[in-house]
């Protein structure tokens, strides 16, 4: 993925960590800061641009809030090539990969414009200000956030009196499903894969507890929780299956959870941003630890058009 050394591009990166028993531990995001009414940076429709890729599950959760609120002319977008290079996230110069803001070729450069010179990892998304021409912040889930709240004055996918239960099963899903599948997938030892591939699917049988009772996981309608779980279910069948070895079961095995996440699909503007096709090959991509060869699959075909039973709405929720 390459890292950042004072404002420098390294392109050999030491790579996710793992703990002494082999577990996988994500690197932390360090660029936090925050759009609100009365800073530095306020949300203003057009001041800002957000860096991603159609591969990645975290940039994914940036662009559904995106589409589902409608900000597409508030917020612009770059969209990376779906194959990383030696450089990292990379640009075409012209066309659907082509950097439109910056006329960056890589998203390292995005990251070399940061003052005070920035070190750490080269991730997306990252939600860039065109008035400071500076990095707001690389954490998708702050992102998110700033979306539901500073942008929609409505609130209708984080209401306060919400935000508590939207916050934990936030927290669960992070760690237990969005980050499972790569505990499993990057898991270096037995002890570590078992326990990571148990705290996976006890979740998902909870979640198919819930939603055979409930539309959606709050207050019966839509949510920034749903839309942070939905990322990794578009991935489910087509890559972690497989290529993570998250392989008990499939999301099409789960009446409920697969219903819900077809009708999340239903959503308007949420189709445009699943790419199955892309997924499969950048999971399948060569790997030592997980594909050395790289020979991408034929299967499985997913019709995530059928429709679901259940209706979501997007609205405050009860």
């Given at each position: 993925?390459?890292?950042?050394?004072?404002?420098?591009?390294?392109?050999?990166?030491?790579?996710?960590?793992?703990?002494?028993?082999?577990?996988?531990?994500?690197?932390?995001?360090?660029?936090?800061?925050?759009?609100?009414?009365?800073?530095?940076?306020?949300?203003?429709?057009?001041?800002?641009?957000?860096?991603?890729?159609?591969?990645?599950?975290?940039?994914?959760?940036?662009?559904?809030?995106?589409?589902?609120?409608?900000?597409?002319?508030?917020?612009?977008?770059?969209?990376?090539?779906?194959?990383?290079?030696?450089?990292?996230?990379?640009?075409?110069?012209?066309?659907?990969?082509?950097?439109?803001?910056?006329?960056?070729?890589?998203?390292?450069?995005?990251?070399?414009?940061?003052?005070?010179?920035?070190?750490?990892?080269?991730?997306?998304?990252?939600?860039?200000?065109?008035?400071?021409?500076?990095?707001?912040?690389?954490?998708?889930?702050?992102?998110?956030?700033?979306?539901?709240?500073?942008?929609?004055?409505?609130?209708?996918?984080?209401?306060?009196?919400?935000?508590?239960?939207?916050?934990?099963?936030?927290?669960?899903?992070?760690?237990?499903?969005?980050?499972?599948?790569?505990?499993?997938?990057?898991?270096?030892?037995?002890e570590a894969y078992d326990i990571a591939v148990t705290d996976l699917f006890n979740t998902l049988d909870d979640l198919e507890?819930?939603?055979?009772?409930?539309?959606?996981?709050?207050?019966?309608k839509l949510t920034e929780a749903d839309l942070r779980l939905f990322p990794t279910l578009t991935r489910f069948d087509v890559?972690?299956?497989?290529?993570?070895?998250?392989?008990?079961?499939?999301?099409?095995?789960?009446?409920?959870?697969?219903?819900?996440?077809?009708?999340?699909?239903?959503?308007?503007?949420?189709?445009?941003?699943?790419?199955?096709?892309?997924?499969?090959?950048?999971?399948?991509?060569?790997?030592?630890l997980r594909n050395p060869l790289g020979i991408v699959p034929a299967g499985p075909k997913v019709d995530w058009s059928e429709?679901?039973?259940?209706?979501?709405?997007?609205?405050?929720?009860?």
């Amino acid at each position: 993925m390459g890292v950042m050394i004072e404002g420098r591009y390294e392109a050999e990166d030491p790579g996710p960590g793992t703990t002494r028993n082999g577990a996988y531990e994500r690197a932390r995001s360090t660029l936090r800061d925050w759009i609100t009414t009365d800073g530095p940076f306020t949300p203003d429709a057009g001041r800002y641009h957000l860096f991603v890729a159609w591969n990645c599950p975290w940039a994914h959760r940036t662009l559904l809030m995106r589409a589902v609120l409608g900000l597409q002319d508030a917020v612009s977008i770059s969209i990376a090539k779906p194959r990383r290079t030696d450089q990292g996230w990379v640009f075409d110069s012209e066309g659907e990969y082509a950097d439109t803001e910056l006329d960056a070729q890589a998203v390292h450069q995005v990251y070399a414009r940061q003052r005070p010179t920035y070190t750490g990892r080269i991730t997306v998304p990252v939600l860039w200000d065109k008035d400071t021409q500076q990095i707001v912040s690389n954490e998708s889930a702050d992102i998110v956030r700033m979306l539901a709240t500073t942008f929609d004055t409505n609130r209708q996918l984080c209401p306060p009196q919400h935000v508590a239960e939207i916050d934990r099963w936030n927290t669960l899903i992070h760690a237990k499903i969005n980050n499972g599948v790569y505990r499993a997938g990057f898991a270096r030892t037995q002890e570590a894969y078992d326990i990571a591939v148990t705290d996976l699917f006890n979740t998902l049988d909870d979640l198919e507890q819930h939603l055979s009772a409930h539309p959606t996981l709050v207050g019966n309608k839509l949510t920034e929780a749903d839309l942070r779980l939905f990322p990794t279910l578009t991935r489910f069948d087509v890559a972690y299956h497989y290529a993570f070895k998250c392989n008990l079961a499939k999301l099409s095995d789960y009446p409920a959870l697969w219903d819900y996440a077809r009708a999340l699909y239903a959503l308007p503007g949420v189709a445009e941003t699943v790419k199955p096709d892309i997924y499969k090959a950048g999971y399948f991509s060569p790997s030592e630890l997980r594909n050395p060869l790289g020979i991408v699959p034929a299967g499985p075909k997913v019709d995530w058009s059928e429709p679901a039973i259940r209706k979501i709405t997007l609205g405050r929720p009860t």
